[in-house]
């Protein structure tokens, strides 16, 4: 079995993390993740006068997902909420001096956690609705969400998604998800994308099944 080998700024988060705990009465707060498919993290945050305030996580996962939890709650305190919007994976793996590849998508999670914060604190106090009909372009946002660990880039902007389909209310099978991606047999990165997409897709409600084939073209 191959060992994961961490940076010293990884470890030191791991062991001392920064952050940790839930805040009382927050001002924006989310959940993301499930403990069912290995990693979770839950964001609160308190806003003053369009600020980041405060901020804090709670993690169940592995020594990236708490690292990842504690740099981009570090990185989103003190920012103005729409700077905060604009942080990205890639900016909590610089500043941890790197990821695992098998381990970026710890750093995904972290910020989607950040970023789901600031649309419950924005729907809560500012009126403003995230709601969205679940369609191929959802779909294709949510699969953005998905590194292909090798490429260092999302399997979207890596093309590597040849077919996306998603069969809503009047189709033949509602809550389908018919997708084929584009996968070498020798990609040593296939299993860990295949799972991302299944985890990604199956948490929201509106899909029923998924049916990804893997093309070679």
């Known amino acids: 079995?191959?060992?994961?080998?961490?940076?010293?700024?990884?470890?030191?988060?791991?062991?001392?993390?920064?952050?940790?705990?839930?805040?009382?009465?927050?001002?924006?707060?989310?959940?993301?993740?499930?403990?069912?498919?290995?990693?979770?993290?839950?964001?609160?945050?308190?806003?003053?006068?369009?600020?980041?305030q405060d901020i804090s996580f709670l993690s169940y996962g592995c020594a990236s997902n708490i690292a990842t939890g504690s740099i981009v709650t570090d990185l989103a305190k003190g920012l103005p909420v729409e700077d905060a919007k604009k942080l990205t994976w890639k900016d909590a793996v610089d500043k941890l001096g790197g990821l695992p590849p098998v381990k970026v998508h710890c750093s995904v999670l972290a910020v989607d956690g950040l970023r789901a914060a600031i649309q419950d604190y924005e729907s809560k106090h500012l009126g403003i609705s995230h709601e969205r009909a679940v369609d191929e372009s959802f779909l294709l946002d949510e699969l953005k969400k998905v590194i292909h660990p090798g490429l260092g880039v999302n399997i979207i902007d890596a093309k590597l998604v040849k077919y996306l389909r998603f069969q809503g209310e009047g189709d033949e099978k509602p809550g389908l998800v018919e997708i084929e991606i584009s996968l070498e047999e020798t990609d040593p990165y296939r299993h860990n994308v295949l799972e991302e997409i299944h985890e990604h897709l199956e948490a929201i409600p509106q899909v029923q099944e998924i049916d990804a084939k893997v093309v070679e073209y």
């Open 1 to 52: 079995m191959a060992v994961i080998k961490y940076t010293d700024k990884v470890l030191e988060h791991f062991k001392n993390p920064h952050n940790v705990g839930e805040l009382e009465n927050p001002d924006g707060a989310a959940t993301v993740g499930s403990p069912a498919c290995g990693d979770q993290v839950s964001v609160f945050l308190k806003v003053e006068n369009d600020k980041i």
